[in-house]
């Protein structure tokens, strides 16, 4: 799949429609990879510390998510990108791994969210091959567990790993895990709520329009505002900062050309 630089932070870039067939394509070589679901937030943190940059950017696919990516990509280098939801691609992904008899473990979340994961995995896709749902300690991991989740997930050999363990945790972990686990590992963290029913989506203008973090941050009000107030705020001035400076830099080469 093609890439594209926003600044420091890569993204995938093509059509919607490629983006699932590329994730199975991965998970039937049972090739040791991951994927991040890239928003808005992440490419802040990207900014502010250049280890998550590099963890971001090894991914083998980084999906634009957060509808204001797809709007930066446009305004400072022409390049017209679908979003790529994790809450969208992510019913599609079990729907195509159901019809390619592929197997899927479930990594992260509480107890709790497996066990509404695993109800409504049974009668939305009661032929899905789940090779395993667990719940990891709330805590760092040491390196003895480590090796025996390791051991857990590939002798059960899934083709994808759902990776829930939230930003910017997941990706580090998958990052971590790549090369040891030999599965596609899929970063999905907060789209499994809404996926299965726990949490309720934006309503579809609000999509549309880049405005779901309001509906979420009216959701989870006391976990997200203090991240959504900084980190808002940084992304407007980041990407209003360089598209000031490549419009000065495109003047000054036009006047020196003159």
């Keep these: 799949m093609l890439r594209s630089k926003l600044m420091h932070f890569d993204l995938s870039v093509g059509a919607y429609s490629a983006f699932v067939p590329d994730i199975i394509q991965l998970a039937r070589k049972r090739l040791s990879s991951n994927v991040c679901i890239a928003a808005v937030h992440m490419f802040v943190e990207a900014w502010l510390d250049s280890s998550y940059q590099k963890v971001i950017n090894s991914a083998d696919i980084i999906t634009p998510d957060g509808k204001p990516l797809t709007w930066a990509l446009r305004l400072l280098y022409g390049i017209r990108q679908d979003r790529v939801a994790g809450s969208d691609i992510l019913p599609e992904l079990l729907r195509e791994c159901e019809k390619q008899q592929l197997t899927v473990f479930f990594y992260g979340g509480s107890q709790h969210l497996l066990d509404e994961t695993s109800k409504f995995l049974s009668n939305q896709y009661p032929a899905l091959k ?91 009000p006391r976990r997200l505002f203090k991240r959504y107030a900084v980190t808002n705020t940084l992304f407007v001035y980041i990407i209003f900062r360089e598209y000031l400076r490549r419009k000065i830099f495109r003047n000054r080469i036009h006047y020196d050309s003159m």
């Design 130 to 220: 789940i090779a395993g749902l667990y719940s990891p300690p709330f805590r760092e991991l040491t390196e003895s567990e480590n090796i025996e989740i390791v051991k857990k997930i590939n002798d059960v050999a899934p083709n994808i790993v759902i990776v829930i363990l939230g930003c910017p945790k997941q990706e580090k972990w998958s990052a971590y895990m790549k090369g040891k686990i030999h599965s596609v590992m899929v970063a999905v963290g907060g789209a499994l709520p809404i996926v299965i029913g726990i949490q309720k989506r934006a309503p579809q203008w609000m999509q549309r329009s880049g405005l779901e973090w309001v509906h979420r941050l009216s959701v989870e």
